[in-house]
């Protein structure tokens, strides 16, 4: 079956530290990508997406590219900032009888300190 | 316009009891789904609509658990004789047609989730 591996957090960072957080995928067929953030107190909403390979999702200052041969979309930002504190979640989806149903990673909590 | 509404937000129970969860998706999207998010299993999927029907229903955990789409648009998942192991936040999604040629890429729009206790 399909699922997603992120690394665990919390990933702790002053402001304007370079930050990643991995992911990695197994899905059959060509899955589109997602990161997906939730905030404190808020629901997820969707930071970016790539629906193929080598395609970079970009938002926020916030970049993931879809690499097919190492399956990973690694989440990238070159500055964070006190305001990006936050869950954020990697997720796959694929084509099955449940429509575009979304397979999330564990999800990494994103401390920065000011 | 409005997003995805859920409600109850808070729901606290006790065990044996059953509870009834609303979620009213972005008017004109078809397709409705739900997830859990508890700590020890992170965000799984229950269940998907498309329209009122709902093709797979393999991810609801157990029997006691059920939901319903009428109308094309709200939808309400039905745990009956809850158990502790239950207690979770609920999510609802909605996208606007979930499955044919572009539904890879299309957005899922979540809900701020119910946040289900059981005693």
């Known amino acids: 079956g399909n699922s997603v591996t992120q690394m665990e957090g919390p990933v702790t960072l002053s402001e304007e530290a370079f930050l990643t957080i991995n992911c990695t995928y197994t899905?059959?067929?060509?899955?589109?990508l997602f990161w997906y953030v939730q905030y404190p107190g808020e629901g997820l909403q969707l930071l970016l997406k790539a629906t193929k390979a080598d395609d970079k999702g970009s938002n926020k200052g916030f970049e993931a590219t879809y690499r097919k041969e190492t399956t990973s979309f690694h989440l990238e930002k070159g500055s964070v900032q006190v305001s990006d504190s936050a869950v954020y979640f990697c997720?796959?989806?694929?084509?099955?009888?449940?429509?575009?149903?979304?397979?999330f990673g564990g999800g990494t909590r994103l401390m920065v300190k000011p | 316009g409005a997003g995805v509404s859920q409600s109850p937000s808070n729901k606290v129970t006790e065990k044996g009891k059953d509870v009834e969860l609303r979620c009213d998706p972005i008017?004109?999207?078809?397709?409705l789904y739900w997830y859990r998010q508890s700590l020890g299993q992170g965000l799984e999927f229950l269940i998907y609509?498309?329209?009122?029907?709902?093709?797979?229903k393999s991810g609801l955990p157990s029997d006691r658990f059920s939901a319903e789409r009428t109308g094309g648009s709200v939808s309400t998942l039905t745990i009956q004789r809850t158990q502790q192991e239950d207690s979770a936040v609920y999510l609802c999604?909605?996208?606007?047609?979930?499955?044919?040629?572009?539904?890879?890429?299309?957005?899922?729009?979540f809900g701020p989730g119910t946040r289900l206790l059981v005693l």
């Open positions: 008017s004109g999207h078809t397709a």
């Open positions: 899905a059959t067929g060509y899955p589109s």
């Open positions: 609509f498309q329209g009122n029907s709902a093709p797979d």
């Open positions: 999604a909605s996208s606007l047609q979930g499955s044919g040629a572009g539904s890879l890429v299309e957005t899922q729009y």
């Open positions: 997720a796959l989806s694929a084509r099955n009888n449940a429509g575009n149903m979304l397979t």
